[in-house]
Every structure is written in C-alpha cells, then in structure tokens.
C-alpha cells in the first residue's frame, strides 16, 4: 500500500510540529492506531527523537477527570445495595433479578452522562411519560403493581445521585460519569498542562462531552482535528456513513481538514461477495482466500470477523503464525468456564429439587455434564479408568438422580481420593462461599490435565480472577446461588485471552472497531449478514425514543450511522475485497447485509469497482430419486438369521423397509443410548401389561374393591422395577415433573380397564377369559432347493378369552388406534408393510391356530385411550378368520421369510419416504 491515512497523518504532524514534537499531545480512537502512528513517524524522522504524548480518547478522559473506571458488576451491586436501602418491596428481590434492571439503569446513567443531559429534567419527563400509561386514574385507583411502577421511575433521579456521589467519593466513575467530569474539569487541565497543540486523529462521532472538550481547545486555538473520509461519502448528504463528519465540521468550523480524499471512485477494487450454507464453512474458505498471491511484497490483509464466535474457526482453519491476533479470546467460550459454570448449575438444580420428604439428590445431567468434560476425562484416563465402559454403565442405569451413597456407588472403579473429590464438590451445603472454594477445587483437580498452551493460560486467567469473584460476592447480602451463576457468567464474558504476535504483521485479524484509522490492501469480512453488520435495533432503554431525540442521548440510528462510517472508510484505500456471508440454513433465516447491498447499487456504476458474487456451498451427499441403497444378503446374515426367533415387530420392520430390518436385525445397531427426562410410552405399556397380568392373575383379589390408593402403590412400585421399566427409578422420580402425569394417566388406565373389565365378566353371557400375557410359539418350515430351514416364530398375546365359542386374541395399546387400521381387504395387504397393527393381530392368531387348529378366531385390539371401542381384525369386512385365510397367510409369511436366507436377496432401501420420518436411521441413510 503507497499511502494509508496514518502515513500521511506522519507525515503531517512532522512536516508541521518539527520543532515541538514533545510539545503536542496526540489523542486517538484505539491504542492500536497509536502503534502504527509511531511506527510511521519513526520511520518519517528517522533518527531519534522526543517523541509527542499520545493517548486513547478513554486514557485522555481519565487523566482530565482525575477518575478510574469501575466494572459493570460493581455497579450493579452498588445499585443493588441502594435499592435494598430505600425500597419497600416485600420481598425484596434477588440480586440476579435486579441485576438485569440495573444494567438498563447503567447504560441509561451512562447515555445521559456523556450527551451532558440534564439529569433532573430527563427523569422529572420520564415519570412524567410513564404517568400518562394510566392517565384518568386517581392513585386510590391504582394497583399495588402499578404504584411500583411509578414509584420505581420516580426514583431514578435518587438513584442517579446516589450512586454519583458513591462513586466520585472513591475517585471512581463509569464511562459516562468520567466524560461528564472531563468537560467540566477541561477549564482546570488546560491551565494546569502546557501542550502546544491537542491533535485529535481518526475521529468520527463525538459524544456532546467529548465535543465540549474539543470545542474548548478551539478557542484557545490549541486544536488541531485530523480526519479520514471519502468525497463519496462526505459530501453526499444521503450517506450516513458521512453524518457525524458533517456534524462535527460545522461545529468546529473546519474548512479545509485533513485527509479527505476520493479514493472509493479512483482506487481500482475488485470485490467478491461469497454466500455459504453455513458460518463455519466462511472459516474454512479463508485458507483458500490466503494462499492467493499477494499483488505486492508489501500487501496487508485485514480479516474482520464481524461475528467474534468465529475466532477459533479461523485459528483452525489457516497457518497463524505469520498474522496478528487483535481480538481476545473470550473465556466465556471455553471448556474450562463450561465446566465451572455447569458445576454451579448442578448445585443451583440440586437445591431446587430439594425436597422434604426425599435425600439429597444431584440431577443426572449435571453429572453426565462433569464426566463428559474434556479436562474431567483426561484425569480420569490418566487413572486407568475404562471412561467409554463408565459412561455406558451410566446411561444404562438411566436414573434422573443420584444421591450421595448412590454416586459412591456410581463410582465404585474410580480410586478413592477422586471418589471423595465427587462427592466432596456435589454434596455440599447451599452456600455461595463454599460453592467458589469448590470452583477452586475444580481448577486445581484438572490443571495435571492441561496440555495445551491456550488451556494453561486459560487456566491461569480464571485462577486469577476467582478472588476478585468472590470480592464482589461479598458485597451482596444474602447471595444466592442463582444470584452467584449470574455474577460469573457476567464478570468472565469481560475477560479475554491475548494472543501474542507481532502487532505490525501483514494479516490482521481484527474486529471492525479495531480497524479504526487503520488501511489494507486487502480485507476480508466475514459474518456480511443483516442483524451482525450493521447490529440492529438491539439497544434496549427506560428511555423513550423521543425523549432520547429531545435531549440528543443517542439512538440506535445512531449506532448504525457510526457502523457506516468504520465499513466505508475500511474500504476506501483497499483494492481486494472479500464479503463472506450466510444464507438462510436449517438453523436460522439469514439475510445479506444492506451494506453489501448498497455497494452492489451504488458501486456498480463506478467504471474502477468489479464486483462478482458467488454461492458456496457443500457438496450434494444426498441420493437422487434412482440411488436406492443396497445391501446384498449373506452367508453370514443368513446363519445368524438361522438362530433368531421373529415376532411380528422385526417382521414388520422387514415389511415397511428391509434396509431397516438389515441395519436392526442383522447388525443390530442401535440407536445412540441417552438418558430419558420422561417415562416413555413403550415403558407405560410394559408397567400397565405387568399390573394387569398380576391383578387379573391374582383369584384371591376382590377386583370390585380395589381403590385407586392401591393401584398407585402398585404403579409406583412397577416403575421402580428395573425389570419391567428397564430404568433405575426412586419413588420421587416418579413424582418429578411430566412423570408425575404419567403417573396418574397410567393409574386411570388401569382403574377404567378394571371396571371395564369386570363390566364384560357380569354382562357378556357365555364369556371367559382363559389365558394373561399367553406365549404364542411355533415354527414354520421353510424349504429350498438343497436345504429346509425351520424359523421359529413367537410373539405374547395379553389376553385370550371366548365369546359365544368363538376365541378372541388381544392384545393392548396405550396408543391411539383407528378402525381404519384394522381392516384390509385382502391378506396380501397384511403384507404391504403400512398395516403394522393388522399383521400383529393376523400373526399373534396364526400362531395361537398353528397351534390349536381351532376356528373360527377373532383378534382384537383395546385401547386404553377408548375401551368401549370394538377394535376388531377385518379381512373383507369379516371379523372371523378362518382356515382359508390361515392357510393363505402362511404361504404369504414362508414367501416373506424365505427372502431372508435366500443369498441373492438384497435389502433394499423402502422408496416410501414417510416410512423414514421416525426411523433410527434416517440421518445414516440421508433420509433426514
């Protein structure tokens, strides 16, 4: 690059203050300009000198007012503390739900400062505009609510002062509390401080205080005020991108200022606007993007990530080693914050679940969280202990909780000190000192496994600051943990890793602000998207929108105008341009930035501007409509098939999609195992079918007396049975949440079947129940060319009775059942695998026939959700089956099975794709 804003700002300043360089005070944006500036004036001079002083606009304001900052989460408190002091809410709420109030309070006190709006006069009008919500109402006629309300804007004046006064008692203050100190303290600093000149450089919009301290140093012709625009965009009234440059030379009566130039309409650019699918994938273009020859030796590249999450992305997708870092590392994104702050999430759950009646107990997640952390499981393998074996053993269990003794025996394998540290940092008193000691345990239990340099340093960041942390606990009264998992979670995201690197290296990697008075030769900008660049309407105010305007407190226009400008001066001196954007995905609407859009309006016409756009994205994996897949059958599948016994589910698995009975059956994968929250509906039926088989089994029981007390000591118990729920649930677990429904729908299930029941016993003449959960078994011959196979068949009827001679298979369901689903018009239909309720009935009876000989049969279906429902098995509208449709169900079912053990056979992907809408494997077939 020939010439940047900061060369011929060097170039400027020692061409003019030659001979008093130590006499002028140099004010900047960021103190990242500042290193360029010297760089370029060194280079400018080149010998040695006493160079000017320079300060960013934040150090110079805290050396006029004489104050320093306090953080946002000391303020809260202080707020919190006054608050408590003055109100007469009962009760008074917690820190963690005012702190969310106090941070509007914060900006709204900080708004006000730096616009040197008057106080007293914005509060009396705000109070005022809230009063007029209930206009017409006298305040006997008010709410208790709505007195608070008032009262709560009635008193912002007082919290104003207050916390004023507080704090410039310390010599502390917040942004806008300093900058108001600074305009009133600038008479003071000027007499008391001898600089020739105040150079102000880079700037853009000025806050009125920052103006008031400008203006001062105009009249007594001290000022010198240096910018950086573009014709284009300066002297074009429509562009907001030149509005507070515009603003600000009328002020300051600037005529002919330095640097404005017209290097959007003279500098050659070529720009390339390129759409991906997905975020991550802008990340992994920018290697590619990279590796493109430099159009000179001395090129320099700015990679602006509008959207801060995608650091990490870009530092794993290119070679870092010759660019520079500008940006910190959030710590809020890293696995040791997650770690320590799903701890205070496990302890906060622990306390809310609590119970009288029940031990102390830690929720499952909160311990699956802590052993599935990265840092946890290197510690753990370090140990020797077998973490994948632990880990199924764990979700095996599928308990929602666990008490002390419980997680003792939980981690029965893992030695004894880390047995005891567990239980030493989940079962711990409720108390927020005890919790940060714990937080302090934690860090020091995985710092052996720390192996990464960026771990380690994240490591020495968060034990640094875990004392202030708790410091600024202390100054709560009363903390609780929610109040404590507020304040870490708010007081981390302030903290970021620094990288080092060379600050004058050729790539940057930069936010847009840090960009401020800096050039490139190339820019890259990722994240191009509406609502990121610019933000949008995202600052949230008591403050009304016209009672900002009316006392000139900045508005989000504002914002957007101040963003404007940082896009369009970046782009001015570039010649190579990339705007990486999303578009719209699965995860999220997306849409191209307006400024994108406005470059594409307004630079196309500009003969020295090419601009092309591109979408990239991944590569199709998805099959066409013809690319079924395929599995030949074998040797292998055929002599395991030999071995297995099929029920009339895995045959209709078979029937709906032999791709599915393939991936199920044969290699028998299965789905990823999780915890369920929820008692789900296939273990309410096996809890319902073990009641009944007992109640009904059980001839001493007086069915007509059994109270619904009773039946819920038997439900409750059955689900606390691991062989019938295939869970390790307590009694409590039973009671929790949506369990607690399940609980009483399956008490009614049962109770309405009783009586149900016991109505068909008095009622239907010549009526008998002859057999409870009946084991239906059989085999059937299935004969080849060279060979005879015999499969065997089984399946369980839930109750068999006898009608007027005529014996009834039924089964149960829980589920919704439709007529409609029972009836089919000819046997082949049984086999067209959409009528798995129909084949179930048809199969169960073929076997109770196979067995018996017995005609005509019945098979029926009740549902729990209707009893008095006739659900029966039609086949050409005739509910009685017969031996000609045995006979012809069972050369169906050889015709089907032989399929199995026949080596050319191939298992073939089902072309109904609703079938795959519920099916395990539609994500491993692409059918998602």
Request: proline share 3%; charged share 25%; net charge negative.
């Amino acid at each position: 690059m020939n010439t940047t804003f900061l060369s011929q700002t060097a170039n400027y300043i020692y061409t003019t203050y030659k001979d008093m360089l130590a006499d002028i005070c140099i004010i900047m944006p960021s103190n990242r300009g500042m290193i360029y500036l010297k760089k370029y004036l060194s280079d400018e001079i080149g010998k040695t000198f006493f160079p000017p002083d320079f300060y960013s606009i934040e150090q110079f304001m805290q050396k006029i007012s004489g104050l320093s900052l306090i953080s946002n989460e000391e303020i809260w408190i202080k707020l919190y503390n006054i608050y408590i002091n003055t109100t007469n809410d009962n009760p008074i709420n917690p820190f963690h739900e005012f702190a969310g109030k106090a941070n509007l309070i914060l900006q709204d006190f900080n708004e006000i400062d730096l616009a040197l709006a008057n106080p007293s006069n914005v509060f009396s009008d705000l109070a005022d505009i809230k009063a007029l919500n209930f206009f017409g109402k006298s305040e006997n006629e008010l709410s208790v609510f709505q007195k608070d309300y008032l009262a709560f804007f009635k008193q912002l004046l007082f919290y104003y002062e207050k916390l004023s006064n507080d704090l410039l008692k310390d010599k502390k203050a917040y942004q806008g509390l300093m900058y108001r100190k600074a305009s009133e303290n600038i008479e003071t600093f000027s007499k008391e401080t001898s600089y020739y000149k105040y150079v102000f450089i880079g700037f853009n919009a000025m806050q009125a205080s920052e103006k008031h301290i400008i203006k001062h140093f105009k009249q007594e012709n001290k000022l010198d005020f240096i910018i950086d625009a573009d014709e284009w965009y300066l002297y074009d009234q429509q562009q907001e991108a030149g509005k507070f440059l515009r603003e600000l030379m009328g002020d300051l009566h600037l005529k002919n200022p330095h640097f404005i130039d017209n290097n959007i309409s003279r500098v050659s650019k070529k720009i390339e606007l390129i759409g991906f699918p997905h975020k991550s994938l802008q990340a992994k273009h920018l290697s590619t993007l990279l590796q493109q020859s430099p159009t000179s030796a001395n090129e320099k590249t700015a990679i602006v990530l509008a959207d801060e999450s995608l650091l990490l992305p870009v530092l794993y997708s290119i070679d870092t080693s010759q660019l520079n870092i500008t940006m910190g590392y959030p710590l809020i994104h890293s696995l040791i914050y997650k770690l320590l702050y799903q701890y205070i999430q496990a302890i906060e759950n622990k306390s809310k679940l609590q119970r009288p009646e029940s031990p102390t107990r830690i929720y499952h997640k909160d311990l699956y969280a802590f052993f599935n952390n990265i840092y946890v499981q290197r510690i753990l393998k370090n140990e020797k202990i077998e973490l994948n074996s632990f880990l199924r053993t764990f979700i095996k269990k599928a308990k929602l909780f666990y008490t002390k003794e419980e997680t003792k025996e939980l981690c029965k394998e893992f030695p004894a000190h880390i047995r005891e540290f567990i239980i030493s940092i989940f079962f711990v008193p409720d108390n927020t000192y005890v919790i940060i000691d714990q937080l302090r345990n934690i860090l020091q239990f995985i710092e052996t496994g720390l192996t990464e340099y960026i771990e380690k340093e994240e490591f020495k960041l968060l034990s640094h600051h875990m004392d202030n942390l708790s410091d600024l606990l202390k100054q709560i009264p009363n903390p609780t943990i929610k109040s404590l998992r507020f304040l870490f979670e708010s007081y981390i995201s302030t903290l970021s890793l620094s990288f080092k690197s060379n600050p004058l290296s050729k790539i940057q990697i930069m936010g847009m602000l840090e960009t401020r008075t800096l050039d490139f030769d190339r820019v890259i900008i990722l994240s191009m998207n509406e609502g990121i660049l610019p933000s949008g309407k995202n600052l949230q105010s008591f403050l009304p929108f016209d009672l900002k305007l009316h006392y000139h407190i900045p508005t989000y226009q504002n914002a957007e105008a101040i963003f404007s400008y940082h896009f369009y001066r970046l782009l001015q001196r570039a010649k190579q341009i990339y705007f990486l954007y999303d578009l719209d995905n699965k995860d999220a609407k997306m849409e191209k930035s307006r400024f994108v859009k406005q470059i594409q309006t307004e630079w196309n016409t500009l003969p020295n501007i090419q601009i092309s756009e591109s979408i990239l994205g991944y590569p199709n994996p998805l099959p066409t409509h013809k690319e079924i897949i395929e599995i030949r059958n074998n040797q292998s599948s055929i002599d395991s098939l030999a071995q297995k016994s099929f029920s009339p589910t895995s045959i209709n698995k078979f029937l709906r999609c032999k791709l599915q009975f393939y991936l199920s059956e044969i290699l028998q994968l299965d789905k990823q195992e999780e915890i369920s929250e929820e008692i789900q509906a296939n273990v309410i039926g096996s809890v319902i079918h073990k009641i009944l088989e007992t109640l009904l089994k059980d001839k001493s029981l007086d069915l007509a007396n059994i109270d619904e007390a009773f039946i819920g000591r038997m439900v409750q118990n059955t689900f606390c049975d691991p062989h019938v729920s295939r869970m390790d649930l307590k009694p409590y677990d039973i009671l929790y949440e949506n369990n607690y429904l399940v609980f009483h729908i399956t008490v009614k299930y049962i109770k309405e079947y009783i009586r149900f029941y016991l109505k068909q016993k008095k009622e239907l003449l010549n009526w008998a129940v002859f057999g409870f959960e009946q084991s239906l078994k059989n085999k059937i011959l299935l004969t080849f060319e060279d060979t005879t196979i015999n499969v065997s068949l089984n399946g369980i009827s839930d109750r068999i009775d006898s009608h007027d001679g005529i014996t009834c298979i039924v089964d149960y369901k829980t589920g919704k059942v439709e007529e409609k689903e029972l009836k089919v018009s000819t046997i082949e239909e049984l086999f067209d695998g959409n009528h798995d309720k129909a084949f179930q009935l048809m199969f169960y009876a073929y076997l109770y026939y196979s067995v018996n000989h017995k005609t005509p049969l019945q098979a029926q279906i009740i549902s729990f959700r209707n009893l008095h429902q006739t659900l029966f098995l039609h086949i050409n509208e005739n509910k009685l089956l017969t031996d000609e449709m045995f006979v012809v169900f069972e050369s169906l079912l050889k015709q089907h099975l032989s399929l199995l053990f026949d080596i050319t056979h191939m298992f073939t992907q089902t072309t109904a794709v609703e079938n795959c809408k519920w099916c395990d494997y539609q994500s491993l077939c692409m059918r998602e």
